[in-house]
């Protein structure tokens, strides 16, 4: 059974700096880009970071570049997010993806919440 458990999520002040974790479990994830997606109340989920498995190569919402960084440790099978200079609008819960680079059949995790006070 394919598991995503996200943690690190908490409140901290505007400017400050958090890392959420992403465990994978159930599977092999060497063919998958693993995603962070946020959704904020009232608004629609949206992309912010992602990480090809095999290779490490990244993307990064506009919103974000310079101040997220995503990485990911292969002997953990556990991917992070590097979170700094938060901003209020950074405010959101913030879910982890595994998404397969053939096919259909994507992997959620259960969200975490980031909260960023001004």
């Known amino acids: 059974q394919v598991q995503l458990v996200e943690s690190g999520g908490g409140l901290v002040q505007a400017g400050g700096s958090l890392r959420l974790s992403c465990a994978a479990s159930?599977?092999?994830?060497?063919?998958?880009?693993m995603g962070w997606f946020r959704q904020a109340p009232g608004k629609e989920r949206e992309f912010v970071a992602a990480?090809?498995?095999?290779?490490?190569?990244?993307n990064y919402a506009d919103s974000v570049k310079g101040r997220f960084f995503m990485s990911r440790d292969n002997a953990k099978n556990t991917v992070y997010l590097q979170m700094n200079s938060l901003k209020p609008e950074d405010t959101a819960v913030y879910y982890c993806n595994a998404r397969p680079l053939l096919g259909t059949g994507d992997y959620w995790g259960q969200g975490t919440q980031v909260t960023v006070s001004s």
């Open positions: 159930g599977r092999t994830f060497r063919s998958y880009v």
């Open positions: 990480i090809y498995w095999s290779g490490g190569s990244t």
